[in-house]
C-alpha cells in the first residue's frame, strides 16, 4: 500500500488542532471559573421570581436580617430583590471603595411608585437619579438655603423656636400644678422634639408656624407621618414589575392620595407667596424664606433648562428639605435623650459641662457650642448606635464596576448596612455600649461628615446628606439648651424601652415620655414675665420625674395623635 505524502502532515495538523482547542477549553474553564470568584457571594434561600424578599418581611427589621447575613456571609454580598440584585455593604472599607473610587458609577438611585408618586415623580433632587437636574437644584440648595450668608436667619428661627417650646412646657407644668395641686407634669418629649424641628424647618421655607392646636399643622404632620410609612412599605411593583396591576394591601392607592395631600400644602404655601400674603413680613434678602429665594431664582431661568416647570421644583423642594431633615432629627433627639436618661452619669457630665462653659445665668449660645465637647460626643454616639436611616438610601450602579475585588454589573442596587457597621467589634470596643467617651480617645479624631468610613450618618460621597451642617447644628443647639433648662430623669425605675421600630427612618417604638417639675431657685416665672425670663437665661431647670399629666389636653404632648 502506497500512503499520500501529505497524510504525516494532515495527521500532524489535526493532532495540532486538537491540542489547542483542549488547551483553549482549559483555559477557558480556568478563566471562567476565576470570573465566577470575583461575583460576591449571594445569600442563600432565595425563592423563585420574589428572591429574599420573604426574608425582609418577617417580625425582624430588615437592617438586623442583613446584619445576621452578613455574620454568615461576609461584609459584602448581593441578595435578589425580585428582580433586582442588590449589594448589601457592611464595612467602612468597602464603603468607602463604593463612595470613593465608584461614586460616580453609583451615583443614581432607583425607581419606585413611591418616589414617583409622592415625590413629584422624581422631581425631589435627593431621590432623582443622578443628571444635571439633580446637579443644578442640589447646587441651589448649597448656596442658597444653607449657605453661611443664611445661617444668621436660620440661627434666629432655632432660638425663637427654642423658646416657644421651652415656654411650651412650663406653661403645661403651671397649668398641671394649679389644677392638679402637683408639681410633676408627663411630657412626650418625642412629640415635643417633633414639633419643634417642623416648626423650624417650615419657617424657614414659608415664613409660616404651627401652633400646638394648628389645623393645618395638625394635617401636614399627619400627612408627613404617613408619606415616612408609606415609603417605607413594601410594593410589588418596585421589585416585579410585570405584577404593577396587583396593588397589595391599597399602598399604590395610598401613595397617589398621599402625593396630592402633600402637593395640596405646598400649593398652598406657594399661592401665599405668589400674592403676597406670606405669614411673616422679610424684607431684607438674608431673612427671605427659602419659596422667596427660589422663586426669584427661577424667574430668571429659562423653563427649558429643567424637566419640570418651575412650580413643581420648588414644591419638590421644599419636600426634599423637609424630609430630609424633619423626622431624621427627631428621630435623633428622641434617641439621644432616651440614652441619656438611661445613662445618668453621662447625663451629668454633660449637664456639668454646660455649667462650666455656660454658666447657670444666662441660656446657650451658638459661641457656646464649640466649647461644649462632651455634648458633640453624645450626639456623635447616637449617631453610631442609632443612625437616623440604618440601610443607606439606595443607590444604583450606572456602569459595572469593581467593588472589593469583586465585579459588579451595571443596574445593582447599593445598600449600606450602617446599623451594621457602626456596630463591628473590630472598630469599636463593646459596640452595643453607649459610650461617649470613646470619641475622646482612640476614636477623637472622627466625625459625622462622611470622610471616615466607620461612621457615615448621613453617607457619604457625592450624594452625601447636602445638610450635615446644618443638621448638626439643629441637633447641638437643642440638646444644649435641654440640658441646660431641665433637670433629666425617667419616668420611673424601669430603663427607658429602646425597642426599634420599621419604617424609612430608625424611630423608636414607643413614644419617649418624661415627667417635668420645676425645682426653682427663687420665684418662679409665670405669664407674660415667661418670656423676658427666657429671653435673660432665667428659666429654672425643672426635673423628668415620676408622676402623670392631666393637661393640657391637645398640646404638643399626650394623646391625640
Not at 415635643?192 to 394635617?219: A, Q, T, Y
Amino acid at each position: 500500500m502506497e500512503f499520500h505524502p501529505w497524510f504525516p502532515t494532515a495527521t500532524g495538523t489535526i493532532l495540532f488542532v486538537i491540542t489547542v482547542a483542549f488547551l483553549f477549553y482549559i483555559v477557558k474553564k480556568s478563566s471562567a471559573k476565576r470570573c465566577k470568584k470575583r461575583e460576591p457571594p449571594q445569600a442563600k434561600g432565595a425563592w423563585p421570581i420574589i428572591g429574599h424578599l420573604h426574608l425582609l418581611g418577617g417580625s425582624q427589621l430588615p437592617h438586623m436580617v442583613l446584619g445576621d447575613m452578613a455574620d454568615k456571609y461576609g461584609p459584602i454580598f448581593t441578595i435578589k430583590l425580585g428582580v433586582h440584585q442588590a449589594l448589601v455593604v457592611s464595612n467602612g472599607e468597602i464603603a468607602k471603595d463604593c463612595f470613593t473610587t465608584n461614586d460616580k458609577a453609583f451615583a443614581s438611585r432607583p425607581k419606585s411608585e413611591g418616589t414617583k408618586l409622592m415625590a413629584y415623580n422624581y422631581a425631589v433632587f435627593g431621590l432623582s437619579s443622578d443628571g444635571d437636574y439633580w446637579r443644578k437644584v442640589r447646587k441651589i440648595v448649597m448656596s442658597e438655603v444653607l449657605s453661611q450668608q443664611r445661617a444668621e436667619m436660620v440661627g434666629r428661627i432655632q432660638v425663637s423656636e427654642l423658646r416657644e417650646s421651652i415656654k411650651d412646657i412650663y406653661d403645661a407644668w403651671v397649668e398641671n400644678k394649679e389644677s392638679e395641686n402637683s408639681d410633676m407634669v408627663k411630657v412626650e418629649m418625642s412629640r415635643w422634639f417633633g414639633n419643634l424641628i417642623l416648626n423650624i424647618m417650615v419657617r424657614i421655607l414659608s415664613g409660616k408656624r404651627f401652633s400646638p392646636n394648628d389645623e393645618e399643622g395638625i394635617r401636614f404632620q399627619k400627612v408627613v407621618k404617613k408619606f415616612f410609612g408609606l415609603m417605607g412599605a413594601f410594593v410589588v411593583s418596585d421589585y416585579i414589575p410585570y405584577l404593577k396591576f396587583l396593588d397589595v394591601g391599597g399602598c399604590i392607592k395610598a401613595m397617589k392620595k398621599t402625593g396630592e395631600d402633600l402637593d395640596n400644602i405646598f400649593e398652598g404655601w406657594l399661592k401665599e407667596h405668589k400674592i403676597g400674603r406670606e405669614s411673616t413680613t422679610q424684607q431684607s434678602e438674608g431673612d427671605q424664606t427659602f419659596i422667596s429665594v427660589l422663586v426669584s431664582i427661577l424667574q430668571g431661568v429659562s423653563a427649558e433648562d429643567f424637566p419640570y416647570d418651575h412650580d413643581t421644583i420648588i414644591k419638590a423642594t421644599c419636600e426634599q428639605l423637609l424630609v430630609a431633615g424633619l423626622d431624621t432629627t427627631s428621630v435623633t433627639l428622641t434617641w439621644a435623650l432616651s440614652l441619656l436618661l438611661n445613662n445618668p452619669k453621662a447625663l451629668k457630665i454633660a449637664q456639668d459641662e454646660i455649667d462650666e462653659h455656660v454658666g447657670k445665668d444666662r441660656q446657650v449660645e451658638e459661641s457656646d457650642l464649640k466649647n461644649l465637647v462632651y455634648l458633640d460626643v453624645i450626639i456623635k454616639e447616637t449617631m453610631r448606635l442609632y443612625p437616623p436611616g440604618p440601610l443607606s438610601v439606595p443607590h444604583e450602579s450606572m456602569e459595572d464596576c469593581i467593588v472589593a475585588g469583586y465585579n459588579i454589573p451595571k443596574g445593582t442596587r447599593l445598600l449600606v448596612n450602617l446599623w451594621k457597621m457602626h456596630r463591628d467589634p473590630n472598630i469599636w470596643s463593646d459596640p452595643l455600649e453607649f459610650r461617649p467617651e470613646r470619641f475622646l480617645a482612640r476614636h477623637k479624631d472622627i466625625d459625622v461628615k462622611g470622610k471616615h468610613f466607620e461612621l457615615l450618618p448621613f453617607g457619604s460621597g457625592r450624594r452625601i446628606c447636602p445638610g450635615v451642617s446644618f443638621a448638626l447644628h439643629v441637633l447641638r443647639f437643642t440638646l444644649a439648651t435641654l440640658i441646660q433648662q431641665f433637670m433629666l430623669k425617667r419616668p420611673s425605675n424601669e430603663p427607658i424601652d429602646m425597642t426599634e421600630s420599621s419604617g424609612l427612618t430608625d424611630s423608636k417604638a414607643t413614644p419617649l415620655e418624661g415627667m417635668v417639675s420645676s425645682v426653682g431657685q427663687g420665684s418662679n416665672p409665670a405669664g407674660d414675665d415667661l418670656l423676658r425670663y427666657l429671653a435673660l437665661g432665667l428659666v429654672h431647670r425643672v426635673s423628668l420625674g415620676a408622676s402623670s399629666w392631666a393637661g393640657p389636653k391637645d398640646r404638643f404632648m399626650g394623646a391625640g395623635d
